[in-house]
Every structure is written in structure tokens, then in C-alpha cells.
T-cell receptor, first 113, second 114 residues
Framework: NAGVTQTPKFQVLKTGQSMTLQCAQDMNHNSMYWYRQDPGMGLRLIYYSASEGTTDKGEVPNGYNVSRLNKREFSLRLESAAPSQTSVYFC????????????FGPGTRLTVL | AQSVTQLGSHVSVSEGALVLLRCNYSSSVPPYLFWYVQYPNQGLQLLLKYTTGATLVKGINGFEAEFKKSETSFHLTKPSAHMSDAAEYFCAVSVGGSQGNLIFGKGTKLSVKP
């Protein structure tokens, strides 16, 4: 099992460009999450999907959109990238939404110039 | 609202010494508490978690943590540090008790000196 995979690993964008970060899990998990990690800030939840067909905002949703394409895949879209979105993005999944262990992907390092 | 405070952004110990990483939380409902570890350029891995039951929780790699409700703490300990323990450690509390959303602390970077 690959666990949680993310593409791309690295990306450089110019201000105003758009892109989609892809995430897939092969553990048949119901819940998926997108976080951003900034130095000294820990991880902050952007959006989550408690189950297939549902998505909800987390702590820092502004400037992002998500799509739960199917049970396996959960994508994060930046419509018009800004330098403040320079960060490392992590996708995670868990079997259940209640108290479950979250499994994390390796991350995408995004730089917006 | 739930929150997590990790005391000390950097902790340095000698190999073989006790590791103590501090975490205090606030929660309006019975908390679910987690410790994750992040090695350089990797994602996070679960070390241990507390949901209900026994307040002393044992995790991987010899780590353990004790839930103390009266002190609203969930400190992480390991009796004897190893060089391979050098990493960043994150404490997290679940939003709304059992719900999956996690609030993370800002992290503590552990250095281990030979």
C-alpha cells in the first residue's frame, strides 16, 4: 500500500496563477484533510471531507477550494495564488471522523513569487 | 474553543537523557489528544493518542504521555533519548471532542546531542 500520496512534490507559481494539488489514499478511508504548515505556526486545517460527498471549511479556508472527487481522491485548488500561500501543504486521511488516527502524505512545497 | 500550547519551540537533550516535551490544551468537551512526530522533509506520523480510558498512553519508539485532566496537560516523555529521536513533535487536540478535526500546537523541535 502506498498510503497517502501527493502530487506534485514541489511547485513554483507566479502571483495570480492557479493550480491544483492532488491527493489520493489507498486505505479505503472515509475522511480526508488538507493542512498547511508554516514555520512556527504548526499545522492549520484548510478544508476537510468527513465522508465522500461532503466538504467543510477548516481554520484557514480563504483562497482555496476543494473537491472530493471520490472516496480515494481529495484535491485542493488555488484559483489565484498569492505570496501568502507559500507553504508546505499536507494531505491526510483517517478511517473514521471520530478520534481516528490521521495518516499524512509527504507534502507539497509551494512557492508563490 | 479548543487550543494547544507547546512550551518551548526548541528542546535540546543529551543522548541517554530524559526527554520531556510539554503540551497543555484547552477544550470545552472531553478531549481526544495526540502526539505526532515529523522527521525532516517528511509528513507527520502518529506517536500516540489518548481518547478514553487509561490516562498513561504508550506509543511507538519508547514514548509515552500522561493525560492529566486537572492540569489540562498531555506531556510527552521518553526515559532515554536516542539520536534518531531528533525531529519536530506536535501535540494536537481534536475539535469537538471525538470529531476528526485537529488543532495542532506550534511544534517543538527536539535536538539530541551525542
Amino acid at each position: 500500500n502506498a498510503g497517502v500520496t501527493q502530487t506534485p512534490k514541489f511547485q513554483v507559481l507566479k502571483t495570480g496563477q492557479s493550480m491544483t494539488l492532488q491527493c489520493a489514499q489507498d486505505m479505503n478511508h472515509n475522511s480526508m484533510y488538507w493542512y498547511r504548515q508554516d514555520p512556527g505556526m504548526g499545522l492549520r486545517l484548510i478544508y476537510y471531507s468527513a465522508s465522500e460527498g461532503t466538504t467543510d471549511k477548516g481554520e484557514v479556508p480563504n483562497g482555496y477550494n476543494v473537491s472530493r472527487l471520490n472516496k480515494r481522491e481529495f484535491s485542493l485548488r488555488l484559483e489565484s495564488a498569492a505570496p501568502s500561500q507559500t507553504s508546505v501543504y499536507f494531505c491526510a486521511s483517517s478511517e473514521g471522523f471520530r478520534g481516528g488516527r490521521q495518516f499524512f502524505g509527504p507534502g507539497t512545497r509551494l512557492t508563490v513569487l | 474553543a479548543q487550543s494547544v500550547t507547546q512550551l518551548g519551540s526548541h528542546v535540546s537533550v543529551s543522548e541517554g537523557a530524559l526527554v520531556l516535551l510539554r503540551c497543555n490544551y484547552s477544550s470545552s468537551v472531553p478531549p481526544y489528544l495526540f502526539w505526532y512526530v515529523q522527521y525532516p522533509n517528511q509528513g507527520l506520523q502518529l506517536l500516540l493518542k489518548y481518547t478514553t480510558g487509561a490516562t498513561l498512553v504508550k506509543g511507538i519508539n519508547g514514548f509515552e504521555a500522561e493525560f492529566k485532566k486537572s492540569e489540562t496537560s498531555f506531556h510527552l516523555t521518553k526515559p532515554s533519548a536516542h539520536m534518531s529521536d531528533a525531529a519536530e513533535y506536535f501535540c494536537a487536540v481534536s475539535v469537538g471532542g471525538s470529531q476528526g478535526n485537529l488543532i495542532f500546537g506550534k511544534g517543538t523541535k527536539l535536538s539530541v546531542k551525542p
